[in-house]
């Protein structure tokens, strides 16, 4: 079975930067996709940015051009590059995949436990 795992969150002051990672693990699978998603307390989950296989990416109007989002296809690990962080980027980040496992038919969505990123003064 695959599973996704994060890490890379942390507390961090306005204007600072985090590096977020997620790796999927598990044998015989194949990646569509993978991106990150992010629930502040009391609002819906949110795409963040998302990235293909083949590298086409896609982001939030609310984080172009200080958030960039690239993936290693050889370590299976996708990575989200935050930088100019405000306070309302606080939230839970949640690794997200598009994996189709070799003993199945159909792609099926993966979601990592979540990493906690708080930006404060």
């Known amino acids: 079975q695959v599973q996704l795992v994060e890490s890379g969150g942390g507390l961090v002051q306005p204007g600072g930067s985090l590096r977020l990672s997620c790796a999927a693990s598990g044998t015989s699978f194949s990646i569509y996709a993978m991106g990150w998603y992010r629930q502040a307390p009391g609002k819906p989950r949110e795409l963040v940015a998302a990235?293909?296989?083949?590298?086409?990416?896609n982001s939030a109007d609310s984080v172009k051009g200080r958030f960039t989002i690239s993936r290693d296809n050889a370590k299976n690990t996708v990575y989200l590059q935050m930088n100019s962080l405000k306070p309302e980027d606080t939230a839970v980040y949640l690794c997200?995949?598009?994996?189709?496992?070799?003993?199945?038919?159909?792609?099926?969505?993966?979601w990592g436990q979540g990493t906690q990123v708080t930006v404060s003064s």
């Open positions: 990235i293909t296989s083949g590298g086409i990416t």
């Open positions: 997200h995949a598009v994996i189709k496992e070799d003993s199945s038919w159909y792609m099926a969505d993966y």
